[in-house]
């Protein structure tokens, strides 16, 4: 874990929350002293109390060990702000339609950041009926690969996972696509705009 709770992300929750240092301390059965300790930087909660301290904060253990409060305020997701994260420990790949903490394997996940295809990272497509058959010219060997290509439209997300030492290829339906993604397990995500 590269980062734990600080005393002022627990006092800007806890004021949001309307909350006193005591009423706080008397919901997680610890003394007022230990709130205040943690607030000015003296002390640090025992991993212990993350879970009943979020609960009384009304948020993710996830979200106070980030120190965001994260609240999807539009209700309907938005395609055009989709975010893809990729676990460096096991490879799982997560998707999201906003702003959102991502953990995996103990690890708070940053948001993939698209470039442009490249010319190492070219993604080519071509029309085949009523799909595109999309490929990528790079190396597919187990330490250097095209670990996923994707596909978004306004309707959702195609995402086909590859693996080292097989093709870097996919199908996907043309209906609405709007960009081609894929991700290299060196160089990062990249984008073709449709």
Known sequence: MDRYVTGAVIRKLRENKKMTQEELAEKIFVSSKAVSKWETGQGFPDVSLLEPLADALDISVIELLSGEDIRNLNRSSNMARAKFYVCPVCGNVIQSTGEAVI??????????????????????????????????????????????????????????????????????KISRVRKLYAYCNRHGLFRLKV
Do not use: N, W
């Not at 071509?126 to 790079?138: F, L």
């Not at 690969?145 to 995402?159: P, V």
């Open 103 to 172: 953990s995996c394997c103990g690890i708070t996940l940053p948001p993939l950041e698209p470039e442009s295809a490249d010319g190492q990272h070219m993604i080519r497509k071509e029309i085949a009926e009523d799909e595109y058959y999309v490929t990528v010219d790079h190396p597919m060997t187990k330490d250097h690969y095209i670990s996923f290509l994707a596909a978004l439209s306004d309707q959702g997300i195609q995402l086909v996972k590859l693996y080292p030492e097989g093709p870097a290829e996919a199908r996907f």
